[in-house]
Nanobody
């Protein structure tokens, strides 16, 4: 079983930056790819970014809407994955979730509880 916990959400102005963290725990966590998803009010959950399993070259994937603005990274020694969000827009407002699976983290088996990000104009 993998447990995930997100932190770092909050209120930020348009054009600002925010960094989210997702800490993982569990006996097999080190073998998982990690991803970030978001869900805006009245919309479905959408993929944001993901990073491959440790030891596989830290390959990353991004949604077109965040390419060039968001950066995903992981600190394996800390069992933590980060999402650096720059040049934030009002449409980035959502609850952000991290997820884990053994592939590309685009269809997670495990989820965190979510953290709210609000971008004000």
């Amino acid at each position: 079983q993998v447990q995930l916990a997100e932190t770092g959400g909050g209120l930020v102005q348009v054009g600002g930056s925010l960094k989210l963290s997702c800490s993982g725990s569990g006996p097999t966590f080190s073998g998982y790819a990690m991803g970030w998803f978001r869900q805006a009010p009245g919309k479905g959950r959408e993929f944001v970014a993901s990073i491959g399993r440790p030891g596989e070259g830290d390959k990353t994937w991004y949604a077109d809407s965040v390419k060039g603005r968001f950066t995903i990274s992981r600190a394996s020694a800390k069992n933590t994955v980060y999402l650096q969000m720059d040049s934030l827009k009002p449409e980035d407002t959502a609850v952000y979730y991290c997820g884990a699976d053994r592939a590309q983290a685009k269809a997670p088996d495990f989820w965190g509880q979510g953290t709210q990000v609000t971008v004000s104009s």
